[in-house]
């Protein structure tokens, strides 16, 4: 961050009065340009008991496999973001089902929450993935999965068979995982 | 947002190429500003069956009380940032339990999520706080509570009786709350 957002002064690093840490703050109007975790919904979406993976068509981790997963926006819940995201990256359309995993990606500054999902029709290749598959359990790619967060995802799903039994919580870092 | 906080230039709505709604994007240097909803970490402390409150010092909602929480800051987990918001609020250190209540604060771009917690010894009134108080589930001030966020917490915590029944979802949007 070089300028502020708001009046285009340059801006620098200081404790705002009353903050306890250093924030990028505007050297003529003082803004505070806070900078916070960001959310990534995904979604183990099933269909006759197996998995719908997408390989991924952009970096990071092009041509690996992933569950349908991304940032969540503006203007929808959780769970709406992990069923968007199952239509955008694998064109299926989802019921929704419950939350089973919470990752924290410490050093990427991000949160990785995932549902289950039962896939109510058809499925297709999104414009960010290159191909879209349905995979027996047994059959996931394990060494070409692209996230360590939706390994963990899959993992718990599969010892869960699916059903509801709380939320796993795993914490990740760089210097734990070569990938997250 | 008016400027590019990258290069300094003006920015102007548009949808990117490859992206399928608008965003904030630079005339000059193309950087795309993406603005994505933010996590709010809360915690429900107690100490002998009593529930820890804080009376806000603070906008919004000043003098009214509320379970600590506060914006999730990047270098930690959702755990501990509920703790540390705890330990500032309430200057209380607790071991920090499960989570139970997650609610999504539609219009504010706003997901707050709540941890149990046991107070591991004494509290006090952190900067952002008037007074902090011990309460009995039923002396909580269910009129003067700050957030409805919190309310939903507090309300899940009790029937929970503390236990882990599993995560509570809410979903609050401000044409249906007052305020959130």
Redesign the interface.
């Known amino acids: 961050?070089?300028?502020?957002?708001?009046?285009?002064a340059g801006?620098s690093r200081k404790i705002p009065r009353?903050d306890?840490?250093e924030r990028w703050v505007c050297e003529s109007c003082d803004t505070v340009?806070?900078?916070?975790?960001?959310?990534v919904v995904g979604c183990v979406a099933e269909q006759d008991g197996k998995i719908l993976l997408c390989k991924r068509a952009i970096e990071p981790r092009y041509g690996y496999w992933t569950v349908p997963a991304g940032?969540?926006?503006?203007?929808?819940?959780?769970?709406k973001g992990a069923a968007r995201e199952t239509l955008?990256e694998a064109c299926a359309e989802i019921d929704i089902g419950h939350?089973f995993a919470?990752v924290?990606v410490?050093d990427a500054?991000q949160?990785h929450v995932f549902f289950t999902g039962k896939v109510k029709g058809g499925y297709g290749v999104g414009?960010?993935s290159l191909e879209t598959e349905l995979f027996a359990p047994e059959d996931i790619p394990w060494d070409e999965l692209a996230f360590q967060s939706g390994r963990f995802a899959l993992q718990k799903y599969i010892d869960d068979k699916g059903l509801?039994k709380?939320?796993h919580?795993h914490?990740l870092r760089r210097a734990k995982e070569s990938n997250n």
């Open positions: 961050m070089n300028f502020c957002s708001h009046c285009g801006v009353g306890n840490r340009h806070y900078q916070n975790p960001l959310l940032f969540m926006e503006l203007g929808e819940s959780l769970a955008e939350m919470s924290d410490i500054g949160v414009e960010e509801d709380g939320v919580f914490e």
